[in-house]
């Protein structure tokens, strides 16, 4: 069988791939909690600034954190079974909708951090040293759902002519 196009360098294999995107995954995440506890510590040790990190800052970066633990955690093999058990209970049905709850913890924290950016900083109009506090909690928020999206893609790679990016 003759190929369709022709790459002057070798394709990496499919497990590289996803080794690869594992260990992309978790280096966005580790930035990401990187820009957090920055921002945590950097308010901590501010001279000068009335605003610092205090736990409602923290609750958007919670909830993605158990978005993607909960995301991840999901056998995607699940997702796709039509197989009905004695009880004739679909499991398909419950992984789906834990995965739903997944996303939807992932979209709250990344939507809470930009209400919190909003509400606390530039509505009160800080300045930059401390408006950072909130860009570093948008920009963690952001980083964790990039890095789940990465691993979710790359937990999927099956084969070399095979790629599911179902969810």
Same mark, same amino acid.
């Given at each position: 069988?003759?190929r369709?196009?022709?790459?002057?360098?070798?394709?990496p294999?499919?497990?590289? *791939?996803?080794? !690869?995107?594992?260990? #992309?995954?978790?280096?966005?995440f580790?930035? =990401?909690?990187?820009?957090? &506890?920055?921002?945590?510590?950097?308010?901590?040790?501010?001279?000068?600034?009335?605003?610092?990190?205090?736990?409602?800052?923290?609750?958007?970066?919670?909830?993605?954190?158990?978005?993607?633990?909960?995301?991840?955690?999901?056998?995607?093999?699940?997702l796709s079974?039509?197989?009905?058990?004695?009880?004739?209970?679909?499991?398909?049905?419950k992984?789906r *909708?834990?995965? !739903?709850l997944g996303? #939807?913890?992932m979209?709250?924290?990344?939507? =809470?951090?930009v209400c919190? &950016?909003?509400l606390?900083?530039v509505?009160?109009?800080?300045?930059?040293p401390?408006?950072?506090?909130g860009i570093?909690n948008?920009?963690?928020?952001s980083?964790?759902?990039?890095?789940?999206?990465?691993?979710?893609?790359?937990?999927?790679?099956?084969?070399e002519?095979?790629?599911?990016?179902?969810?």
């Open positions: 069988m003759s369709l196009f022709r790459c002057p360098f070798p394709l294999s499919p497990s590289a *791939l996803r080794t !690869f995107g594992v260990y #992309a995954s978790g280096g966005l580790a930035l =990401g909690i990187w820009f957090f &506890l920055d921002a945590a510590i950097v308010s901590k040790y501010a001279n000068g600034s009335e605003v610092h990190v205090r736990f409602v800052d923290w609750i958007p970066s919670i909830c993605s954190i158990l978005g993607m633990i909960v995301i991840n955690s999901i056998e995607k093999a699940r079974a039509e197989s009905f058990s004695f009880s004739g209970s679909n499991d398909a049905w992984a *909708l834990v995965l !739903f996303f #939807a913890l979209a709250g924290g990344l939507a =809470g951090s919190v &950016l909003v606390k900083y509505v009160n109009d800080y300045p930059f401390t408006l950072y506090f570093a948008v920009v963690a928020n980083l964790i759902m990039l890095s789940t999206v990465v691993l979710w893609v790359s937990q999927n790679f099956e084969d002519y095979n790629y599911s990016l179902a969810l």
